[in-house]
């Protein structure tokens, strides 16, 4: 999205972050301030959409995914079962968010994060940034709270 590797004679694949929150203003938040970021960005207001993405041929698979946990449709958990079960899709890293810690135990898994809600830019991309394999982002999104 970004013409920050130009030159480099080195293509390197986008960093892509789907990003499933059912709460329109908090995804439009975190969808910007990774934008801002240099991430290419994919989005599911539910369980059931984001499945749609991670299993559409015309959409590419995100380097990562930051999933709320209670999502009306398909809950959190229920999404995170079905990647778990799926070859493909269990090597995606997963960062979880939620407002309640009840959830925080399932960042013990292998390729899964924690974000407690609620958190600011900063703290959102370096949490991705971890899970993408990259540095952390400098970026004036760093500072915008999500």
Known sequence: MSGHERGSGVRRRPRVVLVVEDDDGCRDEVCGALQNAGYAVLEAADGEQALRVLLSEQIPDPTVILLDMWLPRMTGQELMRVLRDDRRLSRIPV????????????????????????????????????????????????????
């Open 95 to 146: 960062v979880l968010t939620s407002a309640s810690e009840e959830f925080e135990d399932y960042a013990a898994a292998k390729n899964v994060g924690w974000l407690p809600k609620p958190f600011d830019g900063e703290t959102l991309l370096t949490e991705v940034s971890k899970r993408c394999g990259a540095e952390t982002p400098s970026s004036p999104a760093a500072s915008s709270e999500g």
